[in-house]
């Protein structure tokens, strides 16, 4: 703009000059007017929407944002000796992880019986998300002292937390609704009702799996589970929503187990076991976060070890690697995978 000023007036101004400041509040004012062109016209897709202009594209294919849920388990309360009274741990006493401080809420109230060193209680993680699906024996603090308790632990991994939908996978939806249209009969529509319900990670929809005019729908979380509640609560969406003379049943997908044997070589000045340890985290999460029905790909698979840092060659042992199928009853899950030396 100022070179423009200087061959049209013939001099340039100075940087004190009222010229200068009028040119300078100008080229502010273009811009930013540039800047929310930019912005809006980002706005105007759904590839590139983002927040609640995304939502608004969401909304238009009969979508919305999933709400993130709470990771649930089952907690082990122990008495401090083997005599003693009736103790009453009551609902909404307070445990939380050892490590990160993750807090969880008892549900109901419990009792320890005078004749019993320990007692199981359902409880539910204190927030929403993913962090919260905490492994076995993660819990250990009682933030809420109980007389007569001297520990508690979790025997099982707590499952089901997930976060809110986020921009990218709620965009991934939308793309999805583009790619296979749902016409109110077809899989892609059953499946879209399960996947709109809070704490969905993965579903699919089989027709004619028990015969003519039946569907069949699975659905899980990210962990592969989901509970008789959530169940129940898709069931009651598909009833609502089925065609005429259709009768949709909603389950819970079983198990692929994929084992995978992968004898690895590391970088110069790497230690194996903490490159190999890597490895396995990264390729049971890859496994883990297919979902159902998706088929598993060595060269997907290869392509997660080769970024992992300090790998420098790989190979799949033949008898354990090879793709493997997943049909849209089941969901894959990392079995036994082994990293050994080259």
Known sequence: MLDTYEEESGFRPEKESDIMLRLRVLAGEIYQENARAEYILRQMFPTTASGGYLEAHAAQRGLSRKHGT??????????????????????????????????????????????????????????????????????????????????????????????????????????????????????AYYRSIAYSVDGVYSASAVGCSRGVGTVDVYACDRSGNLSAEKIHEIQTLLNEKREVNVDVRAYVPTPLEIDLYIRLKVADGYDFDTVAEKVKVAVTNYINALGIGKNLWLSDVGEVIYHTEGVSGYRFLESYGSDREVPLTRYAKAGMILVRNE
Do not use: W
């Open 70 to 187: 709470k990771a649930m388990g089952r907690l082990i309360f122990a008495a401090e000796n083997e005599t003693h009274d009736n103790i009453l741990i009551p609902a909404g006493t307070e445990v939380c992880t050892t490590d990160e401080l993750l807090r969880f809420v008892t549900d109901s109230d419990a009792v320890l019986t005078s004749n019993a060193q320990s007692v199981m209680v359902n409880a539910t993680a204190a927030e929403i998300g993913s962090a919260y699906n905490v492994r076995t024996n993660s819990i250990g603090v009682l933030v809420t002292p109980v007389i007569g308790i001297a520990s508690v632990k979790n025997n099982a991994g707590f499952t089901g937390g997930m976060d809110d939908e986020s921009d990218e996978l709620l965009r991934e939806r939308v793309a999805e609704s583009y790619r296979n249209i749902s016409n109110g009969a077809n899989a």
